[in-house]
């Protein structure tokens, strides 16, 4: 009767569905993902450490690689014969103009060293936010030797930082200075060529500052982006895009730091750590471990340890250990990584920090803006030149591997205060994405980098969910 019934009303209001719409009612469409083809770079990976080596070494490792690269940029700008280049600073002669090759030290008088606070017995100053001052002056240094630079405002010394390997042209003065007429840097270098952008868009996201478990960690903000990146969430279109995700790196600051914790103050008094303390201070780690189980469940992810997160110190920042994630570290797919990381995503070469080389920078130049600061290591060609004297590194011995000896097509900075982008030129056709990655608590941002077109977009999660009251 009902089959009859059915047959009879066919197309009335009351009909039977046909077995055709059931399934396509009950069928969950999903887009397949493909795995990119990726290859971590180990550059910034430390094998064996050893604290016995003295931070001289790297300074002479940087030297020794600028050198001929700043001999050649001087050579095209001024000419090798009409200016001597001379091998070292000791080989200046006075009144004569030449071109010397060294190592910048930025002298900052309000920069307070170790044994000012013995020799005084005030209470001790909070350091500034920034330290530059109109007495801020430059010494060039190289292995023979070290002379001041002399020469006005046009040096532009409220732009520079120390560890700089530089070309300068001028003339040595009888009193032993040396009076320069400009500095050159080493430039741009090389870009590689991007793959040609044939087929579908491919898709690279990264995500920053997460802060799991920070007073203003926005949780439902954070679980919308993951679910996004899954593909679980979207209209039909951003689903198909998600589809084409082939990695997602995190970079940095993952959790909230410690001291930002309401329990900080407590422990700190106490000397003692309880129970409940305890919990509090694991709830995080478990919150994050499950966020990322359920992101590298679908995609691969690479994730970087930030200032905040439980990594060493010193620069290069080491992987996160995996007992802190347990449960997504089972998944073959998420990656714990250093910070700097580089990375080589279907022919596309990123490169990228968790934001302290620039944050480090912006406490000794005039202009903080963090954009210009990060063009600037790449005309610096050196991701971190503040280390190791402002910006505690480890004392590596045989290399330098802050020192950029070809440029990435992405560069990225994480745990930026806002998202920008833009392009720098490498003066033979190749062209630098950079971007700033945003804190995603302070703008509940993930940035999106098309590996085929090198456009960069955006996409915000800003959830109106305030809690009960």
Known sequence: MGKRAASDNKGGLLALPTVAELEDTLTVKKHQRHAAEAEVSKQFVIEKRTFDNQYAEIYSHRLKILRPVVAQAAERKWGKDKIPVCEKLLQIKDQQECVVIGTLYKHMPLIRRVLDDFKEKSIPVPPPQNYTSDKDSLVLEDESGRTTLVGGDHLGISSLVTGIVVAVRGTSTTGGEFEAKEILFPGVADVPEPPSSKGEDKYVAILSGANVGGIDNDTLSLQLAIDFLSGQLGTEEQQRMMSNLQRVIVAGNSLSKLEDST???????????????????????????????????????????????????????????????????????????????????????????????????????????????????????????????????????????????????????????????????????????VVMVPSFTKEKKIVLVNCNTMEVTTMSFQSSYKGLN
């Open 263 to 433: 329990e900080f103050a407590a422990i700190q008094t106490n000397g003692k750590v309880s129970l409940r303390q305890q919990r509090h201070i694991v709830t995080p780690l478990r919150e994050l471990d499950g966020l990322f189980t359920q992101l590298s469940s679908s995609v691969e992810v690479d994730v970087m340890p930030g200032s905040g997160d439980p990594s060493n110190y010193t620069y290069p920042q080491q992987a996160l250990n995996g007992c802190l994630l347990p449960m997504s570290t089972s998944n073959k797919s998420l990656n714990l990584s250093t910070n700097p990381y580089s990375c080589v995503i279907n022919g596309v070469h990123f490169l990228g920090t968790s934001g302290q080389n620039v944050e480090n920078i912006q406490r000794y130049v005039a202009g903080d803006d963090a954009m210009d600061i990060a063009k600037n290591t790449l005309m610096w060609r050196h991701l971190a030149p503040t280390a190791p004297d402002q910006l505690a590194c480890y004392p590596f011995h045989s290399n330098d591997p802050f020192v950029m000896t070809s440029s990435p097509n992405v560069y990225f900075i994480g745990n930026a205060d806002k998202f920008e982008t833009t392009t720098v030129e490498d003066g033979r056709g190749g062209k630098v994405t």
